[in-house]
C-alpha cells in the first residue's frame, strides 16, 4: 500500500525557524510536492523536489532523500499568516498526486 | 490569468439525492483533476482527465460517482445517490501539458454537506 506521514500539528512562534517532516513509502516515485491550505481555502503550491537535495524559495526550503523516503519543509523567518496546514504529495506517476494528511502549523506571537 | 473556477461553493442535500459540480480550469490547461478532501484529511484523488480523456479513475466509486468532461476543457462531477460518508469538499484542479507544468492549481472547492 501507499503511505505518508507527517505530524498532525505543530506550533512556532513568529519569527523562528521550523521543520516539518514527511516520510512516505509509495509505489511510484515522480516527484514530491509541498503544498499550504489555508482554513477552507484551496491548496496553493510551495515546491517540488526531484532530485535528492535543497531547494531554496524564499522563506521556504524543500529537502529530499529518494533512498531514505524522507522529506523535509523549512520555513524560516515564520510570520502568522504562515499559520495554515502543509500538505506532503507524492506525484506516483503521470501527475497523479497522492496527499498525506497535512500538518497544521500555529504560528504564535 | 483567471484561476480555477467552481460552482456551486456549498451545497447541502438529502442522503440519496443527486448532485452535480461543476470546473472549468484554466484556459489551455490539458489535464484536469477532481480529488475528494474529507475534513482533517489531505486531498484523495477520484479523477483524471487528459483532454477529454480519462487517464485515472481507479479511486472513484463509480456506482455513486461519475464525471464528465466531454469538450476538453471545463468538467462535471456527480454523485446519484448521495451517502453520508460523501460529506467533503470537492477540489478541482488543473495543470498545463509542457514537460514542466507539474504544478497543479487549485479550485475553491465545492463543500459538499449531505445530512
Known amino acids: 500500500g501507499q503511505n505518508i506521514d507527517q505530524p498532525t500539528e505543530m506550533t512556532a512562534t513568529e519569527g523562528a525557524i521550523v521543520q516539518i517532516n514527511c516520510t512516505y513509502q509509495?509505489?511510484?516515485?515522480?516527484?514530491l510536492f509541498w503544498y499550504q491550505q489555508h482554513a477552507g481555502e484551496a491548496p496553493t503550491f510551495l515546491s517540488y523536489?526531484?532530485?535528492?537535495g535543497l531547494e531554496e524559495k524564499g522563506r521556504f526550503s524543500s529537502f529530499l532523500s529518494r533512498s531514505k523516503g524522507y522529506s523535509y519543509l523549512l520555513l524560516k523567518e515564520l510570520q502568522m499568516k504562515d499559520s495554515a496546514s502543509y500538505l506532503c504529495?507524492?506525484?506516483?506517476?503521470?501527475?497523479?498526486?497522492?496527499f498525506g494528511t497535512g500538518t497544521r502549523l500555529t504560528v504564535i506571537p | 490569468e483567471a484561476g480555477v473556477a467552481q460552482s456551486p461553493r456549498y451545497k447541502i442535500i438529502e442522503k440519496r439525492q443527486s448532485v452535480a459540480f461543476w470546473c472549468n480550469p484554466i484556459s489551455g490547461h490539458a489535464t484536469l483533476y477532481w480529488y475528494q478532501q474529507i475534513l482533517g484529511q489531505g486531498p484523495k484523488l477520484l479523477i483524471q482527465?487528459?483532454?477529454?480523456?480519462?487517464?485515472?479513475d481507479s479511486q472513484l466509486p463509480k456506482d455513486r460517482f461519475s464525471a464528465e468532461r466531454l469538450k476538453g476543457v471545463d468538467s462535471t462531477l456527480k454523485i446519484q445517490p448521495a451517502k453520508l460518508e460523501d460529506s467533503a469538499v470537492y477540489l478541482c484542479?488543473?495543470?498545463?501539458?509542457?514537460?514542466?507544468?507539474?504544478?497543479?492549481?487549485f479550485g475553491p472547492g465545492t463543500r459538499l454537506t449531505v445530512t
Open positions: 482527465f487528459q483532454n477529454n480523456g480519462v487517464v485515472d
Open positions: 484542479a488543473s495543470s498545463g501539458q509542457n514537460r514542466d507544468s507539474y504544478e497543479q492549481y
Open positions: 509509495t509505489s511510484g516515485f515522480n516527484g
Open positions: 504529495a507524492v506525484d506516483t506517476g503521470a501527475n497523479n498526486l497522492f
Open positions: 523536489n526531484v532530485l535528492d
